[in-house]
C-alpha cells in the first residue's frame, strides 16, 4: 500500500516538473516570436505608421508576418494582424489556422479580434494593453466570448514594457513633429 501511493506521488511529481518545463519553453518561445512581431512593428513605425506588429507560428514556423499600414496603404483593412492572417492562410492553404499562434504586439481591435475567432486561431499572445479600443479584454473580449463557436486562448503582457515603449516613443514624437509644424500624421 506505501509502495503504490509512493508511486502515484512520484508520477504526480514527474507530471508536475513537466509541466513546469513546458511552461518555461513556451514562456521562452512567446518572448522569441513577440521579439519578431516587435520588428514587425518597427517597419510600421519607420513609415510613419504606428507601431504594431505580428507573426503566426505554425509548428514554431513563421507562416505570417504583418505590420500595420493603414494610411501607406489607404485602408482601414491594413492591421497587422489582417495582414498576417492572409499570408499564413495562403501558407497553410486554408482559412482555417487551428494549429497556429498569433502574437500582436497591441491588444487587437474588434476587427482583428473578430478575424482571429473567424480563422480559428487557438492562441494569441499579445504585449501590452489597448484601453481605448483593446478588443481582447479591455473594452470587449471578442477573444474569449463564450457565445461564439470558437474561443482562443490568450496570454496577455509579454514584453509588454517594450511593446508599449513602442507606441509611447511614437507617440511622443508625433506630438513633438506636429508641435514644431509637422505634417506628418498617423492612424
Excluded at 514562456?27 to 516570436?33: G, P, Q, S, V, W
Excluded at 501558407?91 to 473578430?114: F, H, K, N, S
Excluded at 509611447?168 to 514644431?180: I, S
Amino acid at each position: 500500500m506505501a509502495g503504490m501511493r509512493e508511486r502515484r506521488a512520484r508520477r504526480r511529481a514527474e507530471k508536475a516538473i513537466a509541466a513546469e518545463a513546458e511552461a518555461v519553453r513556451q514562456a521562452a518561445l512567446d518572448e522569441k516570436y513577440m521579439k519578431v512581431a516587435m520588428t514587425q512593428a518597427q517597419k510600421a513605425a519607420e513609415l510613419g505608421e504606428v507601431p504594431i506588429g505580428c507573426v503566426i507560428v505554425h509548428e514554431e514556423k513563421i507562416i505570417g508576418r504583418g505590420y500595420n499600414r493603414r494610411n501607406t496603404d489607404k485602408s482601414t483593412l491594413s492591421h497587422a494582424e489582417i495582414t498576417a492572417i492572409r499570408k499564413a492562410s495562403k501558407v497553410i492553404g486554408d482559412w482555417r489556422l487551428e494549429d497556429c499562434t498569433l502574437y500582436v504586439t497591441l491588444e487587437p481591435c474588434q476587427m482583428c479580434a473578430g478575424a482571429i475567432v473567424q480563422a480559428r486561431i487557438p492562441r494569441v499572445v499579445m504585449g501590452c494593453m489597448n484601453p481605448k479600443a483593446g478588443c481582447a479584454g479591455s473594452i470587449l473580449n471578442i477573444l474569449e466570448m463564450k457565445e461564439f463557436n470558437h474561443q482562443v486562448d490568450v496570454t496577455r503582457g509579454v514584453c509588454e514594457e517594450a511593446c508599449s515603449k513602442l507606441l509611447k516613443d511614437f507617440f511622443a514624437g508625433l506630438r513633438k513633429r506636429l508641435k514644431t509644424g509637422g505634417t506628418e500624421t498617423a492612424g
